[in-house]
């Protein structure tokens, strides 16, 4: 797979207070090192506060990163400034998880799809964007077209909506489009044909996605042959193709996150408690140099407390020094038989 | 499990019969809830799934007699059997009564923590007011006593969180002080309204064992709402879902999961991913959800149903009751496919 856009050392830091209190900086981002191929599904999962929004939002050119490089095919995307912003970045998209804030309320679906391709397509005539509304609308399968293109986003129910950003988003045939949370606040009924539309797009226009979600299950659903990525505190704990790292989890943290997710079945429940040793989240400030995982992980060691590098088996890479011992600690214990 | 709690009282803690919950708007009624029968067991985690709009807020909210305006209960009774002395009519209470059945026979976890707090009282200040309010005399020590317990029960410090102001907790601290809060008159029964829709899954996790915990070791009755299929599978007991303001299938959560009936049930669980099990078995529903101002003639769910008959597009099916379960759809106990 060729790749379409690398992240090399992406940090980013946000300055906080000022006003009443000392000037500080929260580290959000550090050190991230990705890479999203061309085509290929990316799922990025992480608990709130993670930093995964932040890595979209500078994956899309909406943020700067304080340190780092960025490359679109190659083409480095270093000075993002609006103005000089390359024009490939145009072929980055971002879907928001609110649909109703990402539509503007005073104009009709049609006006908002119109807008960009207009604006991006000058020398096109009415006719021709037209034309390519109507195939847009075909595409996310809103049909009679004219029927939804006539009305204001408060007209159209949540799982439409939704659909309006997907054809707004590939109106500039865009190579990827990083989608935060598009299916959280959509009802259960509706969020599987959303994700289908999603692989639909990704098969059928070859579009690369980054899905961003706290939602394993749709993560697993939507990125079933792609890579996973697993964020904690701002930083990529594990990451590798989908099926291996679910089969297999290696870090500590993957381990109790995939535990935590609810099983749609009465008879696979269990009563286990999560291999953590806190369930305080500990906060982005106080993070020192070593694994922030450290002060959750049941198998800390003094060790931890000094910077991590990752460690590769499987093609999945993994950011944690106990691993030998966490494996064989598990081993011992295999899952199912620890009640 | 469940049976063991229950000794003496009647084994029904509420008793909701044929609700009917109307909003009427300027330009037409909006029946959010339609003829609703409900039994919750005592000691049971009882939960209600359903989408958006699919009235199990406003069901819920009638057992507090706190349905949001405009809404109205227009037809119905809602039972209420303490452990101890005779059923109460909720819907018949006066306006003393029912100040003083709220939190302390039945309380409440609102599904956004971060706004059921007052912010500028601290959280003791905010307990404090609750105890007083409720007329009771108890001292400033006792008040101190019961925190202490119910915060040992959500595993918060007490002597760092009490005085502090929402705003210095985190999300999950916060539900956890809502949790602690509905704790504190020791209610009956505690209703539970998406109570981990805006945390993470570890959170989430932590939250459902300490309710887990709370409903065994109190027997405290506890009613769950929620769009999750997951957290009903981990965690209730019985199931009813709701759809387009109509109970389409209750019953213990093993049978509704192993054996599934209703149409509507069934295609829920189909279109939920989990972590394990094939991914290639999982379809959508076709259709979207039904507007409450125009729903479809005969059962509501015909539209979007693939066992969908004739007779089913006529009239609205009854509700066919079997040894607990019941099901609301023409096809009732029978096999079709």
Known sequence: MNSLMTLEHINMRFQKGGFFSKDRSVHVLKDIDLTIGEGEILALVGESGCGKTTLGKIITGLYVPTEGQIALQGESGETIKRKKRPLSFLQVQFIQQDSYAALNPVRTIYQSLYAPIRMHNPKWSKKQIDTKIDELMTLIGLQPAAQFLSKYPHQLSGGQRQRILMARAISLDPKLIVADEPVSMIDVSLRLSLLNLMSELNERLGIAFVYITHDLSTARYIARRGRLAVMYLGEIMEEGAMDVVLSHPRHPYTRALLKAVPVPDPDARSDEKLPLKSMELSGIEDRGEGCPFAPRCPYMTEQCERPVDYVVTEGVRIKCRNLEEVERLNAARPEGTDE | ?337
């Open chain 2, 1 to 337: 499990m469940v049976e063991n709690q229950i000794v003496q009282p009647h084994e029904n803690i509420v008793e909701i019969e044929h609700a009917v919950i109307d909003y009427p708007l300027r330009r037409y009624t909006i029946r959010a809830v339609t003829d609703v029968s409900l039994s919750l067991k005592r000691g049971a985690i009882t939960a209600l799934v359903g989408e958006s709009g699919s009235g199990k807020t406003t069901l819920a909210s009638s057992l507090l007699r706190c349905i949001s305006e405009p809404g109205i209960l227009s037809g119905g009774e809602v039972r209420f059997y303490p452990a101890e002395g005779a059923p109460v009519e909720v819907l018949k209470l006066s306006p003393r009564e029912i100040d003083r059945f709220r939190w302390e026979k039945v309380s409440m976890v609102f599904q956004a923590a971060q706004s059921a707090l007052n912010p500028v009282y601290t959280v003791r200040a905010q307990f404090e007011e609750t105890v007083r309010e409720h007329g009771m005399k108890w001292s400033r020590e006792r008040i101190e006593q019961k925190m202490r317990e119910v915060f040992d029960y959500v595993k918060l410090d007490y002597d760092r969180v009490a005085r502090c102001y929402p705003h210095e907790l985190s999300g999950g601290m916060k539900q956890r002080v809502m949790i602690a809060f509905s704790l504190l008159l020791d209610p009956e029964l505690i209703i539970l309204d998406e109570p981990t829709t805006a945390l993470d899954v570890i959170t989430q996790d932590y939250i459902f064992s300490i309710l887990k915990r709370i409903n065994r070791e109190k027997g405290i009755s506890m009613l769950l709402m929620t769009h999750d299929i997951g957290i009903v599978a981990k965690f209730a007991d019985y199931v009813g879902v709701l759809y387009a303001g109509r109970l389409m299938e209750f019953g213990s959560v093993f049978d509704v999961f192993r054996e599934r009936r209703h149409p509507y049930t069934k295609g829920l669980i189909r279109a939920t991913p989990s972590l394990i099990g094939d991914l290639e078995a999982l379809k959508p529903i076709g259709g979207s959800p039904p507007d409450l101002r125009n729903l479809p003639q005969g059962c509501v769910f015909s539209p979007r149903c693939p066992y969908c008959t004739d007779a089913c597009r006529e009239r609205e099916p009854d509700t066919a009751v079997q040894g607990g379960r019941c099901i609301k759809c023409i096809h009732g106990f029978e096999e079709y496919e």
